[in-house]
């Protein structure tokens, strides 16, 4: 069948493999590219861009109003899921040969490894990554560039759990005294998760999870879902979910504390990436370049809680800085490899 | 299959014989709409990954658990449905339409209104009610009682909630039936039992009952199959509490990495349930018609309830209370407070939620637009089609029109999850990509459409009695003209009930829809769908309030069209 089948993708893959050979001599990331009145003055003609994305709604959306407050003329529409629905549905959508894309951020960075080996992706480079971005959080090749870093953290509900009684490690969360007050994302919807869920199985064994099973928990999808269900008091504690949620919520006053565990908090990496066959290729750069930018990295810090790797940013005070938690590492290769089995295993132990 | 062709009587002169191109015009668009579909789902459900012929995937489904437990659940929780509806409806229905109770119109107008609100948003606004910790129910419970705080009266996210929330919004369904067959008794035998000395309640054991048995039959089967196929409500409600049914299963099997062959064999079982129901449904009512049409009919009687008119007032009330009132009050009451589950107060009361929607939010004008459009456009062709097929069925009008007459009737046995799955697969691929485009999901919209309207159709031609239009004829007009001046006017109002009928109906699918959105066709429902994955009940309040005002702007606005004057609303 001509979907985004396993085999497809196999078949892709080994093409790309074989191609390879011949790549590997110029594989090197394409010069630097500013944004330039010509760049500007075509983006604008095209007037649009579109942005899937697994960031939480109303961060993405702040972002998205930001670059049109920049940019006026230009357009953004956020197309916003979960990045296990946000791989799914661009698969689906090639598959039919459909273009919507221009743009695109993830939580589940395996997927750029997919997106790169498939040669879907443009090699473009934004001047802030060329000059200020680690090596390791750009792809030697140019194609992609960690757009935003976060953790996968516990958190408890602060009316509902004294801060003494609150749990501390991952472990602690299977005390039966938590039994049916437990909320936690799915790994089949969430990059978060599906990354955290790889880190986690790794690190602690899926020992970990059977056990977590038996404790009834309530089964969101989002991993900024748990926050809001912690907020509304709908549960006292969460398993996972994103920290720069819990950010948000207690910066607006919302009763939510941050736990980050004693074994270590996964890591997660979001890049951004622009597609070969945008349908607004230069308001697709322009976005990309403008993702990049200090203003919008600082944005993405004060507004959306998340942790920014461009040096001119400032880590916000009040925050436990990045460098002092102790962090699970990231291994998209090896979740790329793996998150078919992971999900299954997820499934079957959960349920759903 | 063979079909009968009946002898038209003497065959009319001097025209030009339409009738094979019609036939074979609409013959080959039904195909499409449902043949083509059915046929790419039973090859996908018996084919491995690289096309070979295989069992395995039935084979899955039936020693699997993860297949077994949600078929055990889906029919557990249609079956208990279909019974709580037919015991809420069947006594509202009477009460309305056979006895002096006060406020009969209000509540027809208000089962409406909770026929027009989907069942997920239904689904969603009961989260904001019965979550068992941040719930609005729970908390006054807590706040009355002084009950401790993780102690709850409800909890929705269960089996029986997902049972609750789906029969609230089917129940509709069961009472508009059992109401207008009991409309439709004649007062005269109720009249001849009390002559012959029947008391009241002898009369209603007897002759009321009896003859509204048949809709009863009908509405528990109807109950069964909404319950039994309906996506959103569990997709929000059960998986949160880590169960799937049937419907759930087969949308989680095309999360990535998708497998479209279990899909397809896990919609086989949803698809030969439905047939085999509404089969048995015919074997039953065709031997039970009663014509109770037919001759002058006296109006029905109203049984006097006396001071109990007033219980049976509040019984109505209480009942409305769940699909209608409380839902309404908690969507209205997240649509202002900061926090969706905390009650309005001055210091909490926010405008950030609409404003997030109408001025953040960059898929609202989109899904607005896409929504407004498939509505208009699914309606109108749906009516269109449905008024050809009724017209050249009940008149005979063409050879072979009872095949034409099967076919519009087919889909009824097919569930939108299933039918999504199925155009999914036709038209996700070369040679026809209608995927990604408004043409596949208003293809889905037709269809699902095209049975319920082409009865109620069917139904209004066949009480327009041929004689008018003959009397036409013979004066001298043409066919053409005899079916604008004589038989239009008269099939006006069911006309407008149908267009309605569709358009509410677009509006609130969400099973057929959310297996063929793309980012570019994404519609309202499968919007709210998104939202309430990531959480964010104050934009699906507004949302859902919005395609609330929608809805009724539009129906009312139908019901004025000039020309069109004097159409009443009518229960859809």
């Not at chain 2, 295989?54 to 077994?68: C, G, I, R």
């Not at chain 2, 999914?424 to 691929?429: E, G, T």
């Not at chain 2, 001298?476 to 009928?501: E, H, K, M, Q, Y």
Request: proline share 6%; charged share 15%; hydrophobic share 50%.
């Amino acid at each position: 069948m001509r979907q985004f089948s396993r085999r497809d993708v196999l078949r892709a893959s080994t093409a790309i493999a074989a191609s390879g050979a011949f790549a590997s001599v110029t594989s090197a990331a394409p010069p630097a590219s500013a944004v330039t009145p010509e760049l500007i003055a075509a983006a604008k003609k095209e007037g649009k861009v579109v942005y899937y994305t697994s960031i939480d709604l109303p961060v993405a959306e702040r972002i998205a109003k930001a670059f049109e407050a920049t940019y006026p003329g230009i357009a953004v529409r956020v197309e916003r899921t979960g990045a296990e629905r946000v791989f799914q549905r661009i698969g689906q959508e090639y598959a039919s040969r459909i273009h919507s894309v221009d743009v695109v951020n993830s939580s589940d960075a395996a997927h750029f490894v997919v997106w790169k080996r498939e040669g879907m992706l443009e090699r473009y480079v934004p001047e802030d990554v060329a000059k200020y971005y680690p090596a390791e959080h750009k792809d030697p090749d140019g194609t992609f560039a960690s757009f935003r870093v976060w953790l996968c953290v516990i958190g408890y509900n602060t009316t509902m759990v004294k801060a003494e009684e609150a749990p501390t490690s991952y472990a602690d969360l299977l005390d039966p005294k938590w039994t049916g007050k437990i909320v936690k994302a799915h790994p089949s919807y969430s990059g978060t998760i599906m990354t955290a869920t790889f880190q986690m199985a790794r690190d602690l064994g899926w020992d970990y999870f059977e056990k977590l099973a038996k404790q009834k928990v309530m089964q969101v999808q989002s991993s900024a879902d748990p926050p809001k269900k912690l907020a509304l008091g709908e549960r006292a504690v969460m398993a996972d979910g994103n920290e720069y949620n819990m950010f948000i919520e207690k910066e607006r006053g919302t009763p939510v504390e941050i736990v980050y565990a004693s074994e270590g908090s996964p890591l997660i990496v979001g890049p951004n990436a622009l597609f070969k066959n945008a349908p607004n290729p230069n308001a697709g750069r322009l976005f990309q370049s403008f993702c990049f930018s200090p203003q919008a990295q600082q944005l993405s810090i004060d507004a959306g809680g998340l942790r920014s790797l461009h040096p001119q940013t400032k880590e916000k005070p009040g925050r436990k800085p990045f460098a002092d938690i102790k962090k699970m590492k990231d291994d998209p290769a090896e979740v790329e490899r793996t998150s078919a089995d992971v999900k299954a295993h997820y499934s079957r132990l959960f349920g759903v | 299959m063979s079909i009968a062709l009946p002898a038209l009587g003497a065959p009319r002169t001097q025209r030009i014989d339409l009738s094979s191109p019609i036939l074979i015009l609409f013959a080959a668009f039904l195909c499409v709409l449902i043949l083509l579909p059915m046929s790419w789902l039973i090859y996908f459900s018996l084919v491995d990954r690289n096309g070979a012929f295989t069992l395995d995937n039935f084979k899955t489904l039936v020693t699997d658990s993860a297949f077994l437990d949600p078929l055990t659940t889906t029919l557990i929780l249609a079956t208990s449905s279909s019974i709580i509806c037919c015991a809420f409806a069947a006594p509202m229905g009477w009460l309305v339409a056979r006895t002096d109770m006060p406020l009969r119109r209000t509540v027809r107008a208000l089962v409406t209104a909770s026929f027009v609100t989907p069942p997920f948003l239904g689904a969603i606004a009961w989260e904001l009610l019965a979550a068992p910790n941040s719930g609005l129910l729970n908390k006054i419970y807590r706040a009355t009682t002084g009950a401790p705080p993780d102690e709850h009266l409800f909890n929705i996210y269960s089996l029986a909630g997902v049972i609750f929330v789906i029969s609230a919004y089917t129940f509709p369904y069961v009472f508009v039936l059992i109401a207008n067959a009991l409309d439709r008794i004649p007062g005269d035998l109720e009249d001849a039992s009390s002559i012959l000395g029947g008391g009241t309640w002898t009369t209603a054991r007897r002759i009321t009952i009896p003859l509204a048995l048949p809709a009863l039959l009908a509405g528990a089967l109807v109950a069964f199959l909404q319950a039994m196929t309906l996506f959103g409500s569990p997709a929000i409600l059960a998986i949160p509490a880590g169960f799937h049914t049937m419907t759930t299963k087969i949308w989680s099997l095309f999360n990535y990495p998708p497998k479209p062959e279990l899909a397809a064999a896990a919609s086989v079982p949803l698809l030969v349930l439905t047939v085999a129901l509404l089969r048995a449904e015919n074997l039953i009512l065709g031997r039970r018609g009663y014509s109770v049409v037919g001759g002058k009919q006296g109006n029905p009687r109203l049984v006097r309830l006396g001071a109990l008119k007033w219980a049976a007032l509040a019984f109505v009330f209480l009942v409305l209370m769940c699909p209608v009132f409380l839902p309404y009050g908690a969507l209205l009451n997240a649509t202002f407070s900061r926090v969706a589950t905390s009650f309005v107060t001055f210091d909490n009361f926010t405008l950030h939620n609409i404003h997030f929607v109408f001025f953040e939010l960059s898929a609202t004008q989109l899904a607005v637009k896409n929504t407004f459009l498939l509505g208009v456009a699914s309606a109108t062709i749906g009516t269109i089609m449905a008024l050809v097929i009724a017209y050249l069925t009940t008149r005979r009008a063409i050879r072979g029109y009872r095949a034409l007459g099967f076919l519009a009737t087919a889909p009824v046995a097919i569930p939108g999850i299933v039918l999504g799955v199925g155009l999914f697969l036709s038209y996700a691929r070369p040679p026809f990509v209608l995927y990604g485009t408004l043409w596949i999901l208003l293809l889905a919209f037709v269809t699902i459409a095209l049975p319920a309207a082409y009865q109620q159709l069917q139904s209004a031609f066949r009480s327009v009695h041929t004689d008018l239009e003959d009397a036409s004829r013979i004066l001298g007009s043409t066919r053409l003209r005899t079916l604008r001046d004589i038989t239009a006017p008269l099939l006006r109002t069911s006309v407008i009930a149908t267009w309605c009928f569709i358009f509410v109906g677009v509006i609130r699918e969400l099973s057929a829809a959310i297996m063929l959105f793309t980012s570019e066709t994404k519609v309202i429902s499968v919007l709210i769908f998104d939202l309430n994955e990531s959480g964010d009940l104050g934009a699906i309040s507004v949302l859902g309030l919005i395609m609330l005002v929608i809805t009724f702007a539009v129906v009312i606005a139908v019901n004025r069209i000039p020309g069109f004057g004097e159409a009443r609303l009518r229960n859809a």
